[in-house]
């Protein structure tokens, strides 16, 4: 079965730091468009970081930019992301996707697509 879990959330004060972490079974990360995504209480999905498949382009949305850092570790067969500089607006549950490697960055982040893990929760307080 293809499968993407996501872990490493928890509560964190302001200003610290995790790294989540997504690891798939069934296929293999290196081939596929990765994207990080979220969902706060009450508000829409948000892209927040994208990675290319093949050429290492990156996507940042601009309420993570120079926080959060996306990576990739093809001998675990797994994606990060590292969380910098914690607020408390950061709290939200956090999922992973993969997608064809053909999806751009751009259009992973936007249009949300592909095989979806059942996230992580992350929680900034105090």
């Known amino acids: 079965q293809v499968q993407l879990v996501e872990s490493g959330g928890g509560l964190v004060q302001p200003g610290g730091s995790l790294r989540l972490s997504c690891a798939a079974s069934?296929?293999?990360?290196?081939?596929?468009?990765i994207g990080w995504f979220r969902q706060a209480p009450g508000k829409e999905r948000e892209g927040i970081s994208c990675?290319?498949?093949?050429?290492?382009?990156?996507y940042y949305a601009d309420s993570v930019q120079g926080r959060f850092t996306i990576a990739r570790d093809n001998a675990k067969n797994t994606v990060y992301l590292q969380m910098n500089s914690l607020k408390p607006e950061d709290t939200a549950v956090y999922y992973c996707?993969?997608?064809?490697?053909?999806?751009?960055?751009?259009?992973?982040?936007?249009?949300?697509?592909?095989?979806w893990g059942q996230g992580t929760q992350v929680t900034v307080s105090s």
């Open positions: 069934g296929f293999t990360l290196n081939d596929y468009t």
């Open positions: 990675i290319s498949s093949s050429d290492g382009s990156t």
């Open positions: 996707a993969a997608d064809n490697p053909a999806t751009t960055v751009q259009a992973m982040c936007v249009y949300h697509r592909g095989y």
